[in-house]
Structure formats: structure tokens, C-alpha cells
Nanobody
Framework: QVQLVESGGGSVQAGGSLRLSCVAS??????MAWFRQAPGKEREGVAT???????IYSDSVKGRFTISRDRAKNTLYLQMNGLKPEDTAMYYC????????????????????WGQGTQVTVSS
């Protein structure tokens, strides 16, 4: 099965930007997504992109984050602008071959394959 490796995390000040990358071990045109989990909090779906590049964002990041994919490089991206301290979390990419709807495509149970995560820390 495909393996996912995230990178690009780091520490930034509020208002700054980061771009996360997730490289797949082989070509995949499946739905892909970014999730995050802060200490003591539940995992949260951040953004997802479909096989036809339709995107869905959580309300907490809409207008600040952009998900995209480069199929030639087997890579998923998350461009994060206007970062806030509450964006601090471990960020994970995931992929799914299951059907989902607008209300379920940001739910973790839809996704079967996950990366190991990359840490994002935003200071005020």
C-alpha cells in the first residue's frame, strides 16, 4: 500500500506562513486530506481534495489555508497563511478510496492510510 511522509513543519510567529508537503510512495489519485491534532484535543479535519481537485476546508482555516496536489511529484501540499497560535498542532496527511460527502470528507474514519505527522508551532 502507499506510504505517506509529511514535512515542512516548524515554528513561526503569529501571522506567518508555512507550506507542508506530503509525499506518497507511489502515484495515487485518491482523495487526500490534512488533519491536525493538538495536545489534549480531538483530531480535526483541516482540508481535503478530491480526485477531481474539488476542495473542502474546515471553518477554522477557510480563507487562510490552501490544499493542492502535484500528481507528477506524488505530493500533497498545505499552504498555511495568517497562522494563529491555535493552529499549533501535529499535522497529518491521509488518503482514502472511500466515497464521502461534504459532511463526512473531513472525518478521520474515512481515511485508511496516514503519515507520521509534522509539528507546527505558532507563537504569539
Amino acid at each position: 500500500q502507499v506510504q505517506l511522509v509529511e514535512s515542512g513543519g516548524g515554528s513561526v510567529q503569529a501571522g506567518g506562513s508555512l507550506r507542508l508537503s506530503c509525499v506518497a510512495s507511489r502515484y495515487t489519485n485518491s482523495r487526500m486530506a490534512w488533519f491536525r491534532q493538538a495536545p489534549g484535543k480531538e483530531r480535526e479535519g483541516v482540508a481535503t481534495i478530491s480526485t477531481t481537485d474539488t476542495t473542502i476546508y474546515s471553518d477554522s482555516v477557510k480563507g487562510r489555508f490552501t490544499i493542492s496536489r502535484d500528481r507528477a511529484k506524488n505530493t500533497l501540499y498545505l499552504q498555511m497563511n495568517g497562522l494563529k497560535p491555535e493552529d499549533t498542532a501535529m499535522y497529518y496527511c491521509a488518503t482514502s478510496s472511500q466515497f464521502c460527502t461534504v459532511t463526512t470528507c473531513l472525518r478521520g474514519y474515512v481515511y485508511a492510510i496516514w503519515g507520521q505527522g509534522t509539528q507546527v508551532t505558532v507563537s504569539s
